[in-house]
């Protein structure tokens, strides 16, 4: 890790774009990524029905022109609820991943340039957090507070912090270790304009690259978890809940399965794909040795 | 007999990002029987890569452009793989510079040495025999010390298990990689004694890499002094370090640390930087620092052979 | 060795202590307690009254950790609030199932992992490289629970060859077999990949160090290098990360074994979680936390008796 922190310069911008067009998986990546984003900030004006407007006479219709991709069980049309889907997929994971990795880099740099108590106090809390596969913690958790979807974004940002925190801690020991912060210590700067001029822009990079890889992680989370009712609450249009909701509807209508997953697997396949790639491009130690 | 080592007109050179690197240029040398070359010269001047393309394990972007290297007479580069690696560890050995990564961190020293040591021939790594070599190069403990891991062993220590393994296997010619520069001045001087005292004993040829002096005077017989990837002089040690020939080599002399400018109080240093090696330029590749140079040095200087086994590659020296 | 391996055990004792005291306090920290928790929001507070005694929530709340600590330490992990079943005995009724599926799960992905790892390194950088490469990419990303239900629709409702439900019938293993051949697929699609890639990455990182360098100079035959010299220092980290990744594998069979409605902790605790069953939903995480621990510091230990440097790091 500390190798890597000596390694990170963020080449320029210019740079980076240019670096992710020529990487085919990186550009896959990005377009299907944008798409997503697109789809939704904009699904309140794109979506063509309103995504909880029931209407069970026309329940589980095919895929026609008045329904592109056709009904569920209450006749709504599944075209709208997957755009709205995007909206909140996109949004609870940006969100929580957000606010999981700002209390992680607080909490990383209190804890790599803090008192050393602190830091083992911290890093006690980060391993246990680490111990249980996370799963079970956000269980627990929602099993105290109930389902939601504040619950969900409580969860998520519980799970997530840890790994945060132990990256910006780390990188934060191997740096604060460096010779120019110890001449700024010697020069008496204090703790702050440290963190905040010295630390704070070097640990940054790396912790992007671990959140842009998290989100993915995240969204199959949050539709799992909404797969099992333990999520996001119906009428609201998770990807995981259209997914129980086909599920059960099998029989009936079985393209409502498979049109969920579709847009399920290729925002965590396009995530992961522009994660990747800005993974090797900001780290080009191991561009060499990369697979694709 | 043909000697055990003999590099005819090698050219080696790196592909980097715009263009080539010309590393090792037309270098011809050759090794008798107990004698010690010394090959000598800055960072970059190619040493390294000669020494890689002697037995013929270059890393990836490297490219032998032309030449032989004749390990008793036959081109190692020619062979089909099977053959160069039946070479290895048998008719060369190498010792390299690095005795901090040269060995395999978690395999015990003894486990290594039989494995290398045994590669050809398992008959010669039998632990008594392992431990007698090591006793040899003075490693305190020896029986012990094949239980030992590396990390556990200093690196003068692990240096002296590098070369007591290159001894193992008996080889026509040794070369040595460079053996001190990555250890401290004690155990440098260690080495180097221990490397004087096993000339004794070790009937075949020695090859030195290096870029320090008071090794080459201590150690050497014959040097070899490289400047850009040529072979800028050669000859004894003794001609070479008393009546250098070439501007580089006399310049490079100068530079000994002993001597001190006593008005100034510095130390000399030879102006310039090494050329670029991905464009050289067409005549002497020392001329942009040489202080007496002449028009005609724009021209690929000849190589003039003064005696036997002593070469100058330059316009300045004539017979 | 034994000074590090005592090191390690008291870590994860500390860590397993800090988790269980987090979990039994949890429940205090949101309005309410464990005894209207576990009742719902009509029972009276009669009702409510006398499960918290029987609880011991009228203890200070020490006393209750302290009590919850000695109960854990016979064996006691707290009942169920409805059946009144202990815990422990529901948990290990179903962790079997679990075990096997995830077990089975990284088998299969370790197989097709190592092998296709290895193929990507002798074919380096070739076509076929590349697509392994895309490919192994790509089924990370897809969430087990998709594959579960895709491989459910397709193999057992369409075409009918295995079964979509359950884990097969008590003591016939062909049957147990049968049920298992999905879940374990689905467990496993995206370690195949992460296990391919890692191989890979770990044994071209290897080949190019030094003292492989200095095994070519002797003369070693590459195949000596791989599996004598390079295999053990790659498999080190290999050894770290699964044991982490079984941390990962355990979180896809909770949600595999629900699509399957297949007994296992997956099933367990979803149920107990729609029930507001905290005592199971607890336990189980009690449960599941040890066993994990006892996974990843049986790992570490096993990595420092393969490297030995490790024994003599200092935990900074």
Sequence with gaps: MSSAAEDITLPARRGIGRALLGDPMGLAGLVLVVSFLVMALLAPWISPYDP???????????????????????????????????????????????????????????????PRWLDSALVLIFDSMSSLPMIFFALAVITVLGPGTTTLILVIVLVSFPSYARLIRTQTLSLSGADYILAERAMGAGPVRIIFRHLLP????????????????????????????????????????ILAEGYNALRQAPHIVIVAGVPLVLATLGFTFLGESLRDVLDPRGAGRRWT | MSAPLSVENLSVVYRVAGGSLQAVRDVSLSVQRGEVLGIMGESGCGKSTLAAAMINLLPAGA?????????????????????????????????????????????????????????????????????????????PDAARCLGRYPHELSGGMRQRVAIAAALLTQPDVLIADEPTTALDVTMEAQIIHLLRDLRTSFDGAIVIVTHHLGVIAELCDRVAVMYAGEVVEEGTVDAIFHDPQHPYTRALLACDPAVVYPSSGRLPTIAGRIPDLTALPPGCAFLPRCTVALPVCHQPPPRVRLTEGRSVLCHRVQI | ???????????????????????????????????????????????????????????????QILYFFGNVLQGDLGTDVWSKRPVLEQILEVFPNTLILGLV????????????????????????????????????????????IYALIIFAVWLNWLPAIGA?????????????????????????????????????????????????????????????????????????????????????????????????????????????????????????????????????????????????????
């Design chain 2, 63 to 139: 490219q032998i452009r032309q030449g032989a290297v004749r390990l008793n007479g036959a081109d190692l580069l020619q062979l089909p793989p099977a053959a160069q690696r039946a070479l290895r560890g048998r008719s060369v050995a190498m010792v390299f510079q690095d005795p901090m990564t040269a060995f395999n961190p978690v395999l015990t020293i003894g486990r290594q040495l039989a494995d290398f040591v045994g590669a050809h021939d398992p008959a010669r790594a039998t632990p008594d025999r392992l431990a007698a070599m090591l006793a040899r190069v003075g490693i």
């Design chain 1, 52 to 114: 909880i407007a029931l209407n069970v006479k026309g329940k589980f219709q095919p895929p026609s022109a008045a329904h592109w991709v056709g009904t569920d069980h209450l006749g709504r049309d599944l075209l709208s609820r997957i755009i709205w889907g995007a909206r909140l997929a996109l949004g609870i994971s940006i969100t929580s991943v957000g606010i999981a990795g700002a209390i992680g880099l607080v909490l990383g740099l209190v804890a790599g340039y803090g």
């Design chain 3, 168 to 316: 097969g019938e008590k003591g016939d293993i062909a049957s147990q077999a049968r049920a298992l051949i999905l879940p374990a697929f689905a467990v496993g699609i995206g370690w195949v990949g992460y296990l391919a890639r890692l191989i890979r990455a770990s044994m071209l990182e290897v080949m190019e160090a030094p003292h492989i360098r200095t095994a070519r100079a002797f003369g070693m035959s590459e195949r000596n290098i791989v599996f004598r010299h390079a295999l053990r220092v790659a498999i080190v980290p290999t050894i770290s990360i699964l044991a982490v990744g079984f941390g990962s594998i355990l979180s896809s069979a909770v949600f595999v074994e629900s699509v399957f409605s297949r007994p296992g902790i997956g099933t367990l605790i979803t149920a107990a979680v729609e029930k507001r069953n905290y005592p199971v939903v607890m336990g189980t995480v009690v449960f599941m936390t040890a066993f994990y621990l006892a996974v990843i510091t049986a790992a570490d230990l096993l990595i420092a008796r393969l490297d030995p440097r490790v024994r003599d790091v200092l935990r900074g």
């Design chain 1, 202 to 241: 070097n640990v940054v990079g790396p912790l992007v690259i671990l959140i842009c890889m998290d989100v993915p992680v995240v969204i199959m989370l949050e539709a799992g978890l909404s797969y099992l009712n333990l999520g996001v609450k119906p009428p609201s249009p998770s990807w995981g809940n």
């Design chain 3, 1 to 63: 060795m034994l000074a590090y391996a005592i090191r390690r055990l008291g870590l994860s004792l500390l860590i397993l202590i800090v988790v269980m005291t987090v979990m039994y306090t949890m429940v205090f920290l949101v309005p309410g307690d464990p005894a209207s928790l576990a009742l719902g929001p009509r029972a009276t507070p009669e009702l409510k009254e006398a499960l918290r005694e029987r609880m011991g929530l009228d203890q200070p709340i020490l006393t």
């Design chain 3, 105 to 148: 799960a990284l088998g299969w992905a370790l197989f097709l992992g190592i092998l296709l790892g290895c193929a990507a390194v002798i074919w380096r950088d070739t076509l076929a490289d590349r697509l392994l490469g895309v490919l192994s990419v790509s089924v990370i990303s897809i969430p087990s629970f998709v594959v579960a």
